[in-house]
Protein backbone atom coordinates (compact mmCIF):
# COMPACT_ATOMS: atom_id res chain seq x y z
CA UNK A 1 0.00 0.00 0.00
CA UNK A 2 1.31 3.14 -0.90
CA UNK A 3 1.47 6.29 1.44
CA UNK A 4 0.20 9.70 0.34
CA UNK A 5 3.23 12.17 0.31
CA UNK A 6 1.87 15.94 1.42
CA UNK A 7 4.04 19.10 0.85
CA UNK A 8 4.07 21.42 3.82
CA UNK A 9 3.58 24.70 1.94
CA UNK A 10 5.95 27.34 2.92
CA UNK A 11 5.26 30.07 4.91
CA UNK A 12 5.71 33.74 3.55
CA UNK A 13 4.19 37.03 5.04
CA UNK A 14 1.67 37.22 2.28
CA UNK A 15 0.70 33.70 3.48
CA UNK A 16 0.61 34.35 6.96
CA UNK A 17 -1.13 37.49 6.82
CA UNK A 18 -3.74 35.54 4.39
CA UNK A 19 -4.22 32.97 7.31
CA UNK A 20 -4.53 35.25 9.67
CA UNK A 21 -7.31 37.44 7.60
CA UNK A 22 -8.90 34.62 7.63
CA UNK A 23 -9.38 33.86 11.10
CA UNK A 24 -9.83 37.43 11.87
CA UNK A 25 -13.70 37.19 9.91
CA UNK A 26 -16.23 37.88 12.72
CA UNK A 27 -13.69 36.47 15.72
CA UNK A 28 -14.39 39.56 17.12
CA UNK A 29 -10.54 39.55 18.08
CA UNK A 30 -11.04 37.40 21.17
CA UNK A 31 -8.84 35.14 22.85
CA UNK A 32 -9.70 32.40 20.53
CA UNK A 33 -9.13 33.93 17.52
CA UNK A 34 -5.44 34.37 18.79
CA UNK A 35 -5.19 31.09 19.77
CA UNK A 36 -6.24 29.72 16.47
CA UNK A 37 -3.91 32.27 14.46
CA UNK A 38 -1.12 31.50 17.03
CA UNK A 39 1.38 30.18 14.24
CA UNK A 40 0.92 33.01 11.70
CA UNK A 41 1.19 35.41 13.84
CA UNK A 42 4.10 34.35 15.68
CA UNK A 43 5.68 33.90 12.80
CA UNK A 44 4.72 37.46 11.37
CA UNK A 45 5.97 39.10 14.71
CA UNK A 46 9.67 37.18 14.64
CA UNK A 47 9.65 38.04 11.19
CA UNK A 48 8.56 42.02 11.50
CA UNK A 49 9.78 41.92 15.23
CA UNK A 50 6.25 43.14 16.53
CA UNK A 51 3.97 42.63 18.85
CA UNK A 52 1.26 39.95 17.89
CA UNK A 53 -1.66 43.00 18.73
CA UNK A 54 0.58 44.85 16.18
CA UNK A 55 1.03 41.94 13.54
CA UNK A 56 -2.75 41.35 13.66
CA UNK A 57 -3.09 45.25 12.91
CA UNK A 58 -0.69 44.79 10.45
CA UNK A 59 -2.40 41.75 8.65
CA UNK A 60 -5.72 43.70 8.56
CA UNK A 61 -4.28 46.79 6.72
CA UNK A 62 -2.60 44.82 4.32
CA UNK A 63 -5.76 43.11 3.52
CA UNK A 64 -7.50 46.56 2.80
CA UNK A 65 -4.52 48.37 1.35
CA UNK A 66 -6.42 48.76 -2.10
CA UNK A 67 -8.64 51.44 -0.41
CA UNK A 68 -6.76 54.99 -0.08
CA UNK A 69 -8.12 55.73 3.42
CA UNK A 70 -8.50 52.71 5.93
CA UNK A 71 -11.11 53.28 8.87
CA UNK A 72 -10.93 52.02 12.09
CA UNK A 73 -14.69 50.89 11.53
CA UNK A 74 -13.54 49.17 8.38
CA UNK A 75 -11.07 46.96 10.81
CA UNK A 76 -14.12 45.83 13.16
CA UNK A 77 -16.12 45.37 10.38
CA UNK A 78 -13.92 43.13 9.12
CA UNK A 79 -13.08 41.32 12.62
CA UNK A 80 -17.30 41.32 13.73
CA UNK A 81 -15.96 43.68 16.49
CA UNK A 82 -17.05 47.02 17.84
CA UNK A 83 -15.02 50.17 17.44
CA UNK A 84 -14.73 50.38 20.62
CA UNK A 85 -13.24 46.99 21.08
CA UNK A 86 -10.74 48.67 17.88
CA UNK A 87 -9.83 51.28 19.96
CA UNK A 88 -7.95 49.35 22.46
CA UNK A 89 -5.02 48.59 19.47
CA UNK A 90 -4.70 52.22 18.78
CA UNK A 91 -1.35 52.31 20.61
CA UNK A 92 -0.03 49.61 18.20
CA UNK A 93 -1.12 51.26 15.18
CA UNK A 94 0.80 54.21 16.17
CA UNK A 95 3.86 51.78 16.53
CA UNK A 96 3.16 51.13 12.59
CA UNK A 97 2.80 54.56 11.99
CA UNK A 98 6.15 55.49 13.86
CA UNK A 99 7.79 52.77 11.83
CA UNK A 100 6.45 53.70 8.04
CA UNK A 101 4.72 50.82 7.92
CA UNK A 102 1.40 52.80 7.69
CA UNK A 103 0.33 56.51 7.34
CA UNK A 104 -1.75 57.84 9.46
CA UNK A 105 -4.01 60.32 7.39
CA UNK A 106 -5.86 62.15 9.55
CA UNK A 107 -9.66 61.65 11.52
CA UNK A 108 -8.92 57.96 12.39
CA UNK A 109 -7.94 57.22 8.46
CA UNK A 110 -4.54 55.15 7.52
CA UNK A 111 -3.37 53.79 4.26
CA UNK A 112 -0.55 51.09 3.59
CA UNK A 113 2.09 52.89 1.49
CA UNK A 114 3.08 51.17 -1.73
CA UNK A 115 6.96 50.52 -0.65
CA UNK A 116 5.34 48.58 2.37
CA UNK A 117 3.24 46.52 0.18
CA UNK A 118 6.59 45.60 -2.33
CA UNK A 119 8.36 44.39 0.27
CA UNK A 120 5.41 42.03 1.69
CA UNK A 121 5.50 40.55 -1.88
CA UNK A 122 9.14 40.13 -2.15
CA UNK A 123 8.61 37.72 1.39
CA UNK A 124 10.91 40.83 2.73
CA UNK A 125 10.77 42.64 6.15
CA UNK A 126 10.61 46.64 5.57
CA UNK A 127 13.57 48.09 7.28
CA UNK A 128 12.72 51.72 6.68
CA UNK A 129 14.85 54.13 4.70
CA UNK A 130 18.36 54.20 5.66
CA UNK A 131 18.96 57.97 5.92
CA UNK A 132 22.45 58.65 8.07
CA UNK A 133 25.32 59.73 6.93
CA UNK A 134 23.99 61.32 3.70
CA UNK A 135 25.25 63.74 1.58
CA UNK A 136 23.17 67.44 1.47
CA UNK A 137 21.54 66.66 -1.62
CA UNK A 138 20.37 63.10 -0.38
CA UNK A 139 19.18 65.23 2.96
CA UNK A 140 17.13 67.48 1.13
CA UNK A 141 15.71 64.55 -0.79
CA UNK A 142 14.51 63.42 2.50
CA UNK A 143 12.85 66.77 3.53
CA UNK A 144 11.66 66.61 0.30
CA UNK A 145 10.14 63.17 1.00
CA UNK A 146 8.95 64.25 4.65
CA UNK A 147 7.27 67.27 3.86
CA UNK A 148 4.99 66.28 0.96
CA UNK A 149 3.89 62.90 3.55
CA UNK A 150 2.45 65.62 6.09
CA UNK A 151 1.18 67.75 3.52
CA UNK A 152 -0.64 64.72 1.57
CA UNK A 153 -2.17 64.54 5.75
CA UNK A 154 -0.29 60.99 6.20
CA UNK A 155 1.68 62.09 8.90
CA UNK A 156 0.97 63.98 11.97
CA UNK A 157 3.05 67.21 12.84
CA UNK A 158 4.00 65.58 16.08
CA UNK A 159 5.45 62.67 14.19
CA UNK A 160 6.67 65.16 11.75
CA UNK A 161 8.47 66.86 13.92
CA UNK A 162 10.02 63.85 15.32
CA UNK A 163 10.87 62.71 12.12
CA UNK A 164 12.90 65.68 11.55
CA UNK A 165 14.62 65.87 14.06
CA UNK A 166 16.05 61.95 13.72
CA UNK A 167 16.90 62.75 10.33
CA UNK A 168 19.31 65.74 11.75
CA UNK A 169 20.44 63.04 14.80
CA UNK A 170 21.70 61.01 11.60
CA UNK A 171 23.55 63.68 9.75
CA UNK A 172 25.56 65.46 12.41
CA UNK A 173 28.47 65.66 10.31
CA UNK A 174 26.68 68.16 7.88
CA UNK A 175 27.42 71.71 7.66
CA UNK A 176 23.77 72.67 7.36
CA UNK A 177 22.90 70.62 10.49
CA UNK A 178 25.23 72.12 12.17
CA UNK A 179 24.36 75.74 11.56
CA UNK A 180 20.80 74.87 12.34
CA UNK A 181 21.75 73.25 15.34
CA UNK A 182 24.30 76.03 16.47
CA UNK A 183 21.31 78.37 15.87
CA UNK A 184 19.89 76.92 19.75
CA UNK A 185 16.35 76.85 18.40
CA UNK A 186 13.20 74.31 19.85
CA UNK A 187 12.02 71.43 17.93
CA UNK A 188 9.03 73.58 16.80
CA UNK A 189 11.20 75.91 15.22
CA UNK A 190 13.72 73.72 13.68
CA UNK A 191 11.29 72.19 11.67
CA UNK A 192 10.02 75.71 10.37
CA UNK A 193 13.32 76.15 9.54
CA UNK A 194 13.73 72.88 7.77
CA UNK A 195 10.61 74.13 5.97
CA UNK A 196 11.86 77.11 5.14
CA UNK A 197 15.48 75.48 3.81
CA UNK A 198 13.18 72.96 1.70
CA UNK A 199 11.52 75.62 -0.13
CA UNK A 200 14.71 77.26 -0.87
CA UNK A 201 16.59 74.32 -2.33
CA UNK A 202 13.95 72.35 -3.66
CA UNK A 203 11.57 75.03 -5.16
CA UNK A 204 13.69 77.85 -5.36
CA UNK A 205 10.88 80.15 -3.45
CA UNK A 206 12.14 83.33 -1.77
CA UNK A 207 8.33 84.59 -0.71
CA UNK A 208 7.44 81.99 1.57
CA UNK A 209 3.57 83.12 2.81
CA UNK A 210 1.53 81.96 5.31
CA UNK A 211 -0.32 79.25 3.25
CA UNK A 212 3.30 78.02 2.35
CA UNK A 213 3.80 76.37 5.91
CA UNK A 214 0.45 76.63 8.22
CA UNK A 215 0.44 72.57 6.83
CA UNK A 216 2.95 71.61 9.09
CA UNK A 217 0.88 72.84 12.43
CA UNK A 218 -2.50 71.64 11.03
CA UNK A 219 -3.47 69.25 13.18
CA UNK A 220 -2.16 71.62 16.21
CA UNK A 221 -4.37 74.83 15.98
CA UNK A 222 -2.61 76.48 18.75
CA UNK A 223 0.15 76.01 18.18
CA UNK A 224 -0.13 77.55 14.67
CA UNK A 225 -1.91 80.31 15.58
CA UNK A 226 0.96 80.82 18.46
CA UNK A 227 3.48 80.51 15.48
CA UNK A 228 1.63 83.21 13.18
CA UNK A 229 1.50 85.62 16.21
CA UNK A 230 4.99 85.48 16.56
CA UNK A 231 5.94 85.95 12.62
CA UNK A 232 3.23 88.36 12.14
CA UNK A 233 4.86 90.77 14.73
CA UNK A 234 8.46 90.31 14.27
CA UNK A 235 8.78 88.41 17.56
CA UNK A 236 9.59 85.15 16.16
CA UNK A 237 12.97 83.49 16.98
CA UNK A 238 13.75 83.13 13.10
CA UNK A 239 12.84 86.87 12.64
CA UNK A 240 15.05 87.76 16.02
CA UNK A 241 18.18 85.93 14.96
CA UNK A 242 18.14 86.84 11.37
CA UNK A 243 17.53 83.77 10.20
CA UNK A 244 14.44 84.74 7.91
CA UNK A 245 13.66 87.87 7.00
CA UNK A 246 10.09 89.94 5.22
CA UNK A 247 9.86 90.33 1.97
CA UNK A 248 9.28 93.82 1.11
CA UNK A 249 6.94 95.26 -1.70
CA UNK A 250 7.48 98.54 -3.10
CA UNK A 251 10.15 99.61 -0.41
CA UNK A 252 7.61 98.80 2.88
CA UNK A 253 7.93 95.37 4.87
CA UNK A 254 5.07 92.35 3.80
CA UNK A 255 4.70 90.93 7.16
CA UNK A 256 2.69 88.60 5.50
CA UNK A 257 5.40 87.11 3.13
CA UNK A 258 9.16 85.67 4.52
CA UNK A 259 13.00 84.65 2.52
CA UNK A 260 15.62 83.46 4.46
CA UNK A 261 18.45 86.29 4.86
CA UNK A 262 21.28 85.80 2.71
CA UNK A 263 23.81 85.79 5.47
CA UNK A 264 21.82 82.80 6.48
CA UNK A 265 21.66 81.29 3.04
CA UNK A 266 25.55 81.92 3.23
CA UNK A 267 26.06 80.09 7.09
CA UNK A 268 23.74 77.34 6.01
CA UNK A 269 24.08 75.96 2.02
CA UNK A 270 27.62 75.80 2.38
CA UNK A 271 27.86 72.54 0.92
CA UNK A 272 25.59 73.55 -1.93
CA UNK A 273 27.51 76.40 -4.39
CA UNK A 274 24.89 75.96 -6.99
CA UNK A 275 21.95 76.92 -4.90
CA UNK A 276 23.53 80.39 -3.97
CA UNK A 277 24.43 81.21 -7.07
CA UNK A 278 21.32 80.41 -8.96
CA UNK A 279 18.51 82.61 -10.32
CA UNK A 280 15.01 82.98 -8.60
CA UNK A 281 12.91 80.29 -10.32
CA UNK A 282 10.09 83.04 -9.58
CA UNK A 283 11.36 85.30 -12.04
CA UNK A 284 12.96 83.65 -14.20
CA UNK A 285 12.06 83.72 -17.96
CA UNK A 286 8.73 85.87 -16.56
CA UNK A 287 7.11 88.45 -18.86
CA UNK A 288 5.69 91.15 -17.19
CA UNK A 289 1.99 91.75 -18.44
CA UNK A 290 3.09 95.68 -18.00
CA UNK A 291 6.16 95.50 -20.14
CA UNK A 292 3.90 94.37 -22.94
CA UNK A 293 3.60 96.91 -25.69
CA UNK A 294 0.08 96.91 -27.15
CA UNK A 295 -0.21 95.87 -30.96
CA UNK A 296 -3.11 95.58 -33.45
CA UNK A 297 -3.30 92.37 -34.98
CA UNK A 298 -4.99 91.54 -37.89
CA UNK A 299 -6.88 88.44 -38.50
CA UNK A 300 -9.44 86.57 -40.71
CA UNK A 301 -13.03 86.93 -39.16
CA UNK A 302 -12.76 83.43 -37.61
CA UNK A 303 -9.15 83.56 -35.96
CA UNK A 304 -10.54 87.21 -35.00
CA UNK A 305 -13.47 85.35 -32.95
CA UNK A 306 -11.64 82.82 -31.66
CA UNK A 307 -8.95 85.37 -30.08
CA UNK A 308 -11.91 87.23 -29.17
CA UNK A 309 -13.74 83.99 -27.10
CA UNK A 310 -10.20 83.61 -25.23
CA UNK A 311 -9.75 87.36 -24.31
CA UNK A 312 -13.16 87.01 -22.43
CA UNK A 313 -12.11 83.90 -20.92
CA UNK A 314 -9.04 85.04 -19.74
CA UNK A 315 -11.00 88.29 -18.65
CA UNK A 316 -10.15 87.55 -14.64
CA UNK A 317 -13.82 87.73 -13.43
CA UNK A 318 -14.85 85.57 -16.47
CA UNK A 319 -11.90 83.21 -15.27
CA UNK A 320 -12.16 83.09 -12.00
CA UNK A 321 -16.66 82.26 -12.25
CA UNK A 322 -15.49 79.72 -15.37
CA UNK A 323 -13.22 77.61 -13.19
CA UNK A 324 -15.33 78.11 -9.79
CA UNK A 325 -17.98 76.28 -12.14
CA UNK A 326 -15.76 73.81 -13.79
CA UNK A 327 -14.97 72.45 -9.81
CA UNK A 328 -18.79 72.48 -9.07
CA UNK A 329 -19.19 70.01 -12.15
CA UNK A 330 -16.18 67.87 -11.62
CA UNK A 331 -14.40 69.21 -14.72
CA UNK A 332 -10.91 70.14 -14.96
CA UNK A 333 -10.58 73.79 -14.68
CA UNK A 334 -7.09 73.96 -16.60
CA UNK A 335 -7.51 75.89 -19.86
CA UNK A 336 -4.69 74.29 -22.68
CA UNK A 337 -4.36 76.59 -26.42
CA UNK A 338 -2.88 75.34 -29.21
CA UNK A 339 -1.91 78.34 -31.69
CA UNK A 340 -0.78 76.45 -34.90
CA UNK A 341 -0.06 77.85 -38.60
CA UNK A 342 2.69 79.60 -40.32
CA UNK A 343 5.51 81.28 -39.14
CA UNK A 344 4.74 84.98 -38.76
CA UNK A 345 0.97 84.94 -38.94
CA UNK A 346 0.78 85.96 -34.98
CA UNK A 347 0.71 83.48 -33.22
CA UNK A 348 2.93 84.74 -30.07
CA UNK A 349 2.27 87.65 -30.75
CA UNK A 350 -1.13 87.32 -30.09
CA UNK A 351 0.19 85.44 -26.98
CA UNK A 352 1.46 88.57 -25.36
CA UNK A 353 -1.47 90.48 -26.56
CA UNK A 354 -3.91 88.68 -24.57
CA UNK A 355 -1.75 88.55 -21.66
CA UNK A 356 -1.52 92.11 -21.78
CA UNK A 357 -5.11 92.74 -22.18
CA UNK A 358 -6.04 90.47 -19.12
CA UNK A 359 -3.46 91.74 -16.61
CA UNK A 360 -1.46 87.94 -17.28
CA UNK A 361 2.42 87.58 -16.74
CA UNK A 362 3.94 85.05 -18.72
CA UNK A 363 6.43 82.07 -17.71
CA UNK A 364 8.13 81.17 -21.25
CA UNK A 365 9.81 78.15 -21.34
CA UNK A 366 13.05 77.87 -23.50
CA UNK A 367 12.95 74.41 -25.30
CA UNK A 368 16.69 74.18 -25.97
CA UNK A 369 17.49 74.82 -22.06
CA UNK A 370 14.95 71.88 -21.27
CA UNK A 371 17.02 69.28 -23.25
CA UNK A 372 20.16 68.09 -21.72
CA UNK A 373 23.02 65.69 -22.96
CA UNK A 374 23.00 63.68 -19.71
CA UNK A 375 20.66 60.80 -18.93
CA UNK A 376 17.92 62.02 -16.43
CA UNK A 377 18.48 65.78 -16.55
CA UNK A 378 15.89 66.47 -19.21
CA UNK A 379 12.62 64.99 -17.55
CA UNK A 380 14.17 66.93 -14.37
CA UNK A 381 14.50 70.03 -16.14
CA UNK A 382 10.84 69.64 -17.61
CA UNK A 383 9.53 68.52 -14.09
CA UNK A 384 10.88 71.83 -12.84
CA UNK A 385 9.59 73.99 -15.51
CA UNK A 386 5.94 72.87 -13.95
CA UNK A 387 6.58 72.44 -10.46
CA UNK A 388 7.94 76.52 -10.78
CA UNK A 389 4.55 76.90 -13.01
CA UNK A 390 2.34 75.42 -9.68
CA UNK A 391 4.48 77.82 -7.81
CA UNK A 392 3.93 81.20 -9.44
CA UNK A 393 -0.17 80.24 -9.57
CA UNK A 394 -0.61 79.50 -5.80
CA UNK A 395 1.81 82.92 -4.90
CA UNK A 396 0.33 85.24 -8.16
CA UNK A 397 -3.05 86.99 -7.44
CA UNK A 398 -3.63 86.65 -11.28
CA UNK A 399 -2.97 83.23 -13.10
CA UNK A 400 0.19 83.90 -14.82
CA UNK A 401 0.30 82.18 -18.32
CA UNK A 402 3.08 79.05 -19.65
CA UNK A 403 4.14 79.37 -23.00
CA UNK A 404 5.79 76.76 -24.71
CA UNK A 405 6.85 78.90 -28.13
CA UNK A 406 7.76 76.98 -31.11
CA UNK A 407 7.15 73.78 -29.64
CA UNK A 408 7.58 71.39 -32.40
CA UNK A 409 10.16 69.59 -31.13
CA UNK A 410 8.54 68.55 -27.72
CA UNK A 411 4.88 67.75 -29.19
CA UNK A 412 5.60 65.69 -32.52
CA UNK A 413 4.63 62.50 -32.73
CA UNK A 414 6.24 59.97 -30.07
CA UNK A 415 8.58 57.75 -31.10
CA UNK A 416 7.61 53.69 -31.45
CA UNK A 417 9.91 50.66 -30.31
CA UNK A 418 12.72 53.24 -29.59
CA UNK A 419 16.50 51.91 -28.74
CA UNK A 420 18.24 54.99 -29.05
CA UNK A 421 18.62 56.52 -25.34
CA UNK A 422 17.59 60.46 -26.97
CA UNK A 423 14.37 59.16 -28.38
CA UNK A 424 14.00 57.26 -24.96
CA UNK A 425 14.52 60.99 -23.93
CA UNK A 426 11.98 62.88 -26.21
CA UNK A 427 9.29 60.05 -25.01
CA UNK A 428 9.89 60.47 -21.67
CA UNK A 429 9.70 64.63 -22.09
CA UNK A 430 6.30 64.26 -23.79
CA UNK A 431 4.80 61.73 -21.55
CA UNK A 432 6.06 63.99 -18.74
CA UNK A 433 3.90 67.22 -20.98
CA UNK A 434 0.71 64.67 -21.01
CA UNK A 435 0.64 64.07 -17.33
CA UNK A 436 0.82 67.69 -16.33
CA UNK A 437 -1.68 69.10 -18.67
CA UNK A 438 -4.12 66.47 -17.33
CA UNK A 439 -3.98 67.85 -13.49
CA UNK A 440 -3.08 71.13 -14.89
CA UNK A 441 -4.41 74.24 -12.79
CA UNK A 442 -3.72 77.51 -14.91
CA UNK A 443 -3.02 78.30 -18.36
CA UNK A 444 -0.93 76.42 -20.83
CA UNK A 445 -0.71 78.13 -24.70
CA UNK A 446 1.83 76.05 -27.39
CA UNK A 447 2.52 77.33 -30.50
CA UNK A 448 3.68 75.32 -33.23
CA UNK A 449 4.61 76.24 -37.05
CA UNK A 450 3.95 72.04 -38.01
CA UNK A 451 0.56 70.99 -36.68
CA UNK A 452 0.87 67.91 -39.05
CA UNK A 453 3.46 66.26 -37.16
CA UNK A 454 1.27 66.73 -33.56
CA UNK A 455 0.83 63.74 -31.79
CA UNK A 456 -2.49 62.35 -31.41
CA UNK A 457 -2.35 62.43 -27.09
CA UNK A 458 -1.48 66.43 -27.40
CA UNK A 459 -4.51 67.15 -30.13
CA UNK A 460 -6.56 65.33 -27.58
CA UNK A 461 -4.98 67.23 -24.81
CA UNK A 462 -5.98 71.13 -26.30
CA UNK A 463 -8.86 72.45 -24.98
CA UNK A 464 -8.98 75.51 -27.75
CA UNK A 465 -7.02 75.11 -31.04
CA UNK A 466 -6.69 77.94 -33.48
CA UNK A 467 -5.16 77.68 -36.80
CA UNK A 468 -3.68 81.20 -37.93
CA UNK A 469 -3.58 81.26 -41.85
CA UNK A 470 -1.64 83.78 -43.99
CA UNK A 471 -3.61 87.05 -43.74
CA UNK A 472 -6.16 87.74 -46.07
CA UNK A 473 -5.44 91.00 -48.92
CA UNK A 474 -7.47 93.17 -46.70
CA UNK A 475 -5.67 92.27 -44.09
CA UNK A 476 -2.20 93.12 -45.49
CA UNK A 477 -3.37 96.23 -46.58
CA UNK A 478 -3.82 97.24 -42.91
CA UNK A 479 -1.13 95.99 -41.59
CA UNK A 480 1.16 98.01 -44.25
CA UNK A 481 -0.99 100.88 -43.20
CA UNK A 482 -0.22 100.09 -39.64
CA UNK A 483 3.33 100.02 -40.31
CA UNK A 484 3.97 102.46 -42.60
CA UNK A 485 1.48 105.03 -42.34
CA UNK A 486 2.98 107.38 -44.84
CA UNK A 487 2.54 105.50 -47.67
CA UNK A 488 -0.66 106.00 -49.94
CA UNK A 489 -3.51 103.85 -50.44
CA UNK A 490 -2.24 102.93 -53.89
CA UNK A 491 0.87 101.99 -52.78
CA UNK A 492 -0.24 99.61 -50.37
CA UNK A 493 -2.93 98.31 -52.22
CA UNK A 494 -0.08 97.33 -54.82
CA UNK A 495 1.81 95.81 -52.55
CA UNK A 496 -1.09 94.27 -50.61
CA UNK A 497 -2.00 92.74 -53.54
CA UNK A 498 1.16 91.71 -55.36
CA UNK A 499 3.31 90.00 -52.15
CA UNK A 500 1.06 87.57 -49.87
CA UNK A 501 3.44 88.22 -46.60
CA UNK A 502 2.43 87.16 -43.60
CA UNK A 503 2.72 89.85 -40.82
CA UNK A 504 5.52 89.19 -39.34
CA UNK A 505 7.41 89.63 -43.17
CA UNK A 506 6.08 92.53 -43.59
CA UNK A 507 7.14 93.92 -40.36
CA UNK A 508 10.94 92.94 -41.38
CA UNK A 509 10.19 94.81 -44.85
CA UNK A 510 8.62 97.88 -42.80
CA UNK A 511 12.04 97.73 -40.51
CA UNK A 512 14.11 97.52 -43.84
CA UNK A 513 12.61 100.20 -45.28
CA UNK A 514 12.60 102.65 -42.25
CA UNK A 515 16.37 102.25 -41.73
CA UNK A 516 17.03 103.28 -45.29
CA UNK A 517 15.06 106.07 -44.73
CA UNK A 518 17.16 107.62 -41.97
CA UNK A 519 20.12 106.16 -43.80
CA UNK A 520 19.40 108.28 -47.20
CA UNK A 521 17.28 110.60 -46.30
CA UNK A 522 15.23 110.03 -49.41
CA UNK A 523 11.54 109.19 -49.60
CA UNK A 524 10.84 109.69 -53.09
CA UNK A 525 11.07 106.59 -54.61
CA UNK A 526 9.35 104.77 -51.88
CA UNK A 527 7.75 102.09 -53.94
CA UNK A 528 10.31 101.23 -55.72
CA UNK A 529 12.36 100.39 -52.62
CA UNK A 530 9.74 98.68 -50.90
CA UNK A 531 9.10 96.37 -53.85
CA UNK A 532 13.06 95.99 -53.96
CA UNK A 533 12.90 95.05 -50.33
CA UNK A 534 10.03 92.18 -50.82
CA UNK A 535 11.55 90.64 -53.97
CA UNK A 536 14.95 90.38 -51.34
CA UNK A 537 12.10 88.59 -48.35
CA UNK A 538 11.53 86.10 -50.43
CA UNK A 539 14.40 83.87 -50.68
CA UNK A 540 15.45 82.22 -54.13
CA UNK A 541 14.95 78.57 -54.06
CA UNK A 542 18.23 76.91 -55.64
CA UNK A 543 17.61 74.94 -59.24
CA UNK A 544 16.51 71.41 -58.85
CA UNK A 545 19.65 69.26 -60.52
CA UNK A 546 18.79 66.36 -61.92
CA UNK A 547 20.21 62.92 -60.59
CA UNK A 548 23.13 61.28 -61.90
CA UNK A 549 26.69 62.60 -63.76
CA UNK A 550 26.63 65.64 -65.85
CA UNK A 551 28.05 68.70 -67.45
Known sequence: MKTKKTTKQEMTLLAAVEQIVELSHDSKLELEFFRKAAKPIKYLADKLELTREQVVMMAMFIDNSDDREISLRDLAKQSGCSTTRILKYVKDIKELVSRDMVRERGCGNYRVPWYVIEAFTRNEKFEGYKNANISCDEFFGVLDDIFSIREEHEMTSELTIKRLQSLMDENKQLAFVQQVRSYGLDEEDEALLLLFAHLFVDNNDNHVGYDDIDYLFRDTRHSWNRVK?????????????????????DGLADSTSFRITDEAKRLLFSEMENVLVRPDASRQNLVRCETIAPKKLYFDKVVEEQIADLGRLLDEKHYADICNRMKDKGYRCGFTCLFYGAPGTGKTESVLQLARQTGRDIMQVNISQIKSKWVGDSEKNIKNVFDTYRTLVDKQKVTPILLFNEADA???????????AVDKMENSIQNIILQEMETLKGILIATTNLAQNLDKAFERRFLYKVKFSKPTTEAREHIWHTMLPEL???????????????????????????????????????????????????????????IGFGN
Open 229 to 249: SRLNSGSHELIEKKIIEYNNN
Open 410 to 420: IIGKRMENTER
Open 488 to 546: SADDISVLAEKYNFSGGQIENIARHYTIDTILHSDQAAALATLIRHCDSERLEKSEKRA
